[in-house]
């Protein structure tokens, strides 16, 4: 499959729609590993800002998470693919992600005080929604390698936790 056909079919499934008519095609383990460990690198970014400029106790301590958690999951992936000898395989995808990850943070940076709070942990919110429905939808059934399979289930079991923390975080936010 084309890598813009991925990108195209990737962002249909963070947006929550994944046509019927691609659903036999998938990434290879290369390029999920560059897809996933990419989304990773993405929160640790958005987190490491939100430490920056929140003065809010529970915007910092969930960024705070969001740094630690993924950045333990990116070292176990990138673990995993030195042992397997896999290389990342950089991507459309890949790119898409941190092309819109960058205008995201871009927005972010312009905020300030509650603004900026509100604005971050409702990214996040949606940002766990969308990595997570990728997981489930295309990256994990598109694994071939049990390892990496495994992997991205323990990854999706954390990132629903974080989703949870997010929408509580930003319930309190109102």
Not at 93 to 121: H, I, M
């Amino acid at each position: 499959m084309h890598t813009r056909q991925i990108a195209t079919l990737t962002a249909l499934c963070l947006l929550g729609i994944v046509p019927s008519a691609w659903a036999a095609d998938k990434p290879t383990d290369a390029q999920i590993a560059h897809i996933a460990y990419t989304a990773g690198v993405i929160d640790v970014e958005a987190a490491k800002l939100a430490m920056s400029k929140s003065k809010n106790t529970a915007v910092v301590a969930f960024a705070q998470d969001m740094v630690r958690d993924h950045e333990a999951v990116n070292t176990q992936a990138l673990a995993l693919v030195k042992k397997l000898k896999v290389t990342p395989e950089d991507n459309d995808t890949s790119k898409t992600l941190t092309k819109a990850a960058t205008d995201e943070r871009a927005k972010l940076a312009a905020l300030n005080g509650a603004s900026f709070d509100k604005a971050y942990v409702a990214n996040e919110v949606a940002y766990h929604k969308q990595v997570n429905g990728a997981l489930e939808t295309l990256l994990i059934p598109s694994a071939s390698n049990a390892e990496l399979k495994e992997l991205l289930e323990t990854g999706l079991k954390i990132f629903q936790g974080h989703q949870q923390h997010a929408e509580h975080v930003a319930a309190e936010l109102k």
